[in-house]
């Protein structure tokens, strides 16, 4: 949910992919999206999706984070996965993600 989008980059060896939220914002909402337009595959298979988020200081963070992974749960993108590994800010506190 990282506003930067920056965390699946090394493994896409690319650039920063296009979020979830910024997206769904383009088409005019999540149910407008198709799992093709977020999800990229990467080294060694690796699928990789960005969820993002709003700017530093407004909205809520965890908001994108549940939007993300209702979309991906509704459209198939877990299964026939070993792992799902989540990288999330350190201070997302609003949405309950952050433990001590």
């Known amino acids: 949910c990282d506003p930067k989008a920056d965390s699946t980059r090394l493994i896409l060896n690319s650039k920063a992919q296009d979020t979830v939220l910024h997206l769904a914002a383009q088409e005019g909402s999540v149910e407008d999206l198709e799992l093709q337009d977020v999800l990229k595959v990467g080294y060694k298979g690796i699928k990789c999706v960005e969820s993002g988020g709003p700017e530093p200081g407004v909205g809520c963070a965890g908001r994108g984070v549940i939007t993300s992974i209702n979309f991906l749960e509704e ?22 993600f952050a433990m001590p």
């Open 75 to 96: 459209n198939g993108a877990y299964d026939d996965v070993d792992y799902v590994s989540y990288d999330v800010l350190g201070d997302v506190v609003c949405g309950g």
